[in-house]
């Protein structure tokens, strides 16, 4: 099994709808988890930590499911600036290097 | 402003030659990552440095070599051994320890080779 999976989409939303993407990780010990964001040809940028609550920003809300080790992202109302790439990031323990899935590329239609 | 700059924004290298990527952060921050990316593909770890004068091999340090002799600098050479070095490089930063556990990144240099 991978260390992390993320369906790489694309998926095609027209604005105003809810989309929703998960991602599964591999190592039950993992204990900080987030998504960023990566625009075409930018460096990723963080766009929230997910805490084992569930938290919200917004129109993003973001899930973790130790139990079945995934974590999701739910989009509210979809803007044509939410069109991007969409990375599930973790990191195992104490310093040690975050990791990176390889992203799910939504793109948000007028 | 702070912030983590790279530079250049594009490099290119010919066949047999080492280049040298520079990453520069003034947030004072203890740990630097070096990651490739490729298209399509997600980010993969070259190497990193928890601390000044220390760093170790990520994923796929084969081809590359780093330096850590300032807190503010982490350059990457891409040598003549990494046969495949066309992609887009990126440089990150993190502040060890506390509850700072947010990781910046640079804007990236894309490497070409000619």
């Known amino acids: 099994r991978k260390e992390v999976e993320q369906d790489p989409g694309p998926f095609n939303v027209p604005e105003g709808a809810t989309v929703a993407f998960n991602c599964t990780y591999s190592n039950s010990a993992s204990q900080s988890f987030f998504w960023y964001r990566q625009d075409c040809r930018k460096e990723p940028k963080l766009l929230m930590s997910v805490y084992s609550s569930g938290n919200e920003d917004g129109r993003f809300t973001a899930q973790l499911n130790r139990a079945s080790q995934y974590i999701s992202l739910l989009i509210r109302d979809s803007k044509l600036s939410d069109s991007a790439t969409y990375l599930c990031?973790?990191?195992?323990?104490?310093?040690?290097?975050?990791?990176f899935g390889k992203g799910t590329r939504l793109s948000v239609i007028a | 402003d702070g912030g983590i700059t790279q530079s250049p924004k594009y490099l290119f290298r010919k066949e047999g030659q080492n280049v040298t990527l520079s990453c520069e952060q003034n947030?004072?921050?203890?740990?630097m990552y070096w990651y490739r990316q490729d298209p399509g593909q997600g980010l993969r770890l070259i190497y990193y440095?928890?601390?000044?004068?220390?760093?170790q091999k990520g994923d796929i340090a084969e081809g590359y070599s780093v330096s850590r002799e300032k807190k503010e600098s982490f350059p990457l050479t891409v040598t003549s051994a990494q046969k495949n070095p066309t992609a887009f490089y990126l440089c990150?930063?993190?502040?060890?320890?506390?509850?700072?556990?947010?990781?910046?990144f640079g804007p990236g240099t894309r490497l070409l080779v000619l």
């Open positions: 440095s928890q601390i000044v004068n220390d760093f």
């Open positions: 947030l004072n921050h203890d740990a």
């Open positions: 990150a930063s993190r502040s060890s320890g506390g509850a700072e556990e947010t990781q910046y």
């Open positions: 990031v973790f990191r195992n323990s104490g310093n040690t290097p975050l990791v």
